[in-house]
């Protein structure tokens, strides 16, 4: 089954005497799921007395109320005696202050962020909580799984850098060791002259060398997965049947924009580490937070790069807004039925096997008061709950189908390289940069309809089956990715690379054009930076020519030999079955920044080099109307069925339920007819010049989840 769930209790809200008909609504509301955050400094108020008659009273009555439950543990709030009973295990900051903790803005009763896990007095407290917990709840029938580690909180409230106390630079000093083999390996990677490992000091702030800046980034998302595997362990131990995951604030690649003075690129960890050993990963989304509003793109990409990372593994939508998101004395907009119902769609869409709103009642707490709740008071709740009974109905009747889809393997991937995001931190204190120029790329391919996944540095296995591989702002790259990659091309990939790809290594340091392998492999090199005198460049791809928007400068490239008056700025050159095309410039952010009208000749162009590289698109679109130049987002994919058949499946999601639409599927994707199985409604296939047509809407939603038979 898919799982369709609520966040619901942060003790000790919402007050008892709700539950018990909030339950009864929920159930009634087509969700079949209660997630309960169990906070340690509330469970723990008193070294080693474990209090959960709350938390029974509650999973008692969702058993009752025909409800699954999903402890998310909370061991991020620390109780007030931590420092008392581990002393000296505060974090310490950048500039070597002591960390003076808090009550965490939205949780009314415990410390944040308390210890460091690396002090194993705090971590020893940590897991004797989650054992506890898990201990106690591991008999309880209608217990689904676990969420070890909330949005991956670790260090807010901080007020500046953490961590730099001893243990935490002990351990950044041993993780060194053993990834260069010594000092002496260390020296030579670095090419410093150290005497003693206390010499070696972690970065401590932007626009210092890069070096040990992007080396002390590195370690602390190590840690980060470090640790999430730790939990998961602790919390395995003791129910090994169970899933149990981890779930960020917003995916990994997200968080390039986390910056200077508050936090370290991917300081929250790595998706793709995490997935490694965990059931699944997961992320938070609020696509109407406050005043801003995320657009169909962006939050189609958000859970792309999600699913991107799991690895064959869960992916859940572990808070998705409920309700309106006032923030402090404001009124955000309202969140309307039809936009929730296309979030908890793309997820499914994307994989997802549970989507957990955040969350029932609207908060009473804080800044969050008044807000996000699902049930709550900003004026539609009711026609939420409507459409989402609509979608529980949906889910109990083709849930064994939906959780066994999955979506069409991409046959483009875009790069991730973490190394370029510790770099550009290490420079400018964030790396919102080689991020945008993600976001655009994947922008710009969800608006063309090509499927795409995200290929993180260090899980390069997902080059296989890709047939382009774009690779925006990377400026780092060592010998073992980029061999990686000129493998990709020698059998037959093309690798679309843009300005300065690996003119730096991880140590940070600066490579001439010649030394960099992508040109010593193609011969192809940069001739060094030139300033931009425009904000377009025209180059001519498959004969035709494209004025695409540009960023930051120019570095014209020549093959070996050449001399500068021959320099052009997008290189194509063969290297075994496939190419490299080399781009002297940035796209993608630049993308971003122009806007959609000045952007289409980026899609198109995108298009055609994607064309050119022999992707398919699965599905296409015909005609949209009213088509004011919003688009359309089909994912395809299908489920086995029986011993060797598989059942298709398109999700088609439109700008609004009022737009029809006639699309084109690949022939043979599905059978005479398809059903929608939101809607019910059956709808012909008709052959038109070797695809296959199907014409759609109005729609409740904007969404249609089409089956075939
Ligand atoms: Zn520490």
Sequence with gaps: MIHLGTQYYRPPFPNERYWEDDLRQMADAGLNTLQLWVVWAWVEAQPDVFRFDDYDRLVELADKHGLEVLLSTIA???????????????????????????????????????????????????????????????EAGNLYGWDAWNELRWNVQADGLVCYCDHTVARFRDWLDAKHGGLTGLNEAWQRRYTSWEDV??????????????AFQDFIAWRS???????????????????VTVHGAQPTVLHGSDSYPTATALHRGNDWGFSERIDGVGTSSFPKWGGLEMDRAQFINRIDFSASARQGKRLWLSELQGGRSN??????????????????????????????????????????????????????????????????????????????????????????????????????????????????????LVRQNIPYRIVEEG???????????????????????AEALADFVRNGGVLFCESETGSFSEAGLYRYPEDRFLSRVTGVREVGRRRLSSESISVTLAGSTYVLPAAQWLTPMVEAGGDEAHAALLKRVAL??????????????????????????????????????GVERPATVVSVTPGDGDFVHVKVGSAPVGAQGERPLAFVFTPSPETNVVLAFRQGTFG???????????????????????????????VAVLAGS
């Design 76 to 138: 991020a709030i620390h109780p007030y005696w931590i420092h008392r009973v581990v002393p000296g295990s505060e974090m310490v900051d950048n500039f070597g202050h002591k960390v003076v903790s808090s009550n965490r803005g939205e949780v009314h009763f415990g410390l944040t962020p308390g210890g460091c896990f690396d002090h194993p007095g705090v971590w020893e407290r940590m897991q004797q909580f989650l054992t506890a917990t898990a201990s106690h709840y591991r």
């Design 201 to 214: 000091l972690p970065g401590k702030v932007p626009d210092r060398p890069y070096t040990e800046m992007m």
């Design 225 to 243: 997965v470090q640790h999430a595997y730790d939990r998961y362990a602790a919390i395995k131990a003791v129910d090994g049947d169970r899933p």
């Design 327 to 444: 923030i402090g004395f404001s009124v955000a907009q309202s969140v309307d039925a039809a936009s929730q119902q296309s979030w908890v769609w793309t997820g499914i869409s994307a994989g997802a096997d549970a989507v957990l709103f955040w969350c029932w009642r609207d908060e009473v707490f804080g800044r969050e008061s008044t807000g996000f709740g699902l049930a709550g008071n900003d004026g539609l709740a009711e026609e939420r709950l409507t459409a989402m009974r609509r979608t529980g109905e949906v889910l109990r009747t083709h849930g064994e189908f939906l959780r066994a889809y999955e979506p069409e393997a991409a046959q483009v991937g875009v790069l991730f390289s973490p190394q370029a995001y510790y770099l550009y931190w290490a420079q400018e204190g964030t790396a919102r940069v080689p991020l945008a120029a993600i976001q655009g790329y994947t922008r710009a």
């Design 459 to 481: 899980h390069l296995d997902a080059l296989e089956g890709l047939k382009l591989l774009i690779v925006p702002r990377a400026v780092v790259m060592d010998e073992p990715v």
């Design 576 to 613: 075994g079955d496939g190419r490299v095309v080399f781009c002297g410039t940035y796209l993608g952010d630049a993308y971003m920044e122009a806007g959609p009208r000045r952007g289409q000749a980026f899609e198109a162009f995108l298009l055609a080099l994607a064309t050119r590289a």
């Design 672 to 702: 005479e007819r398809v059903v929608d199985l939101l809607s019910g409604d059956e709808l012909p296939v008709r052959e038109v010049e070797g695809q296959q047509r199907i014409s759609l809407g109005p729609t409740a939603w904007g």
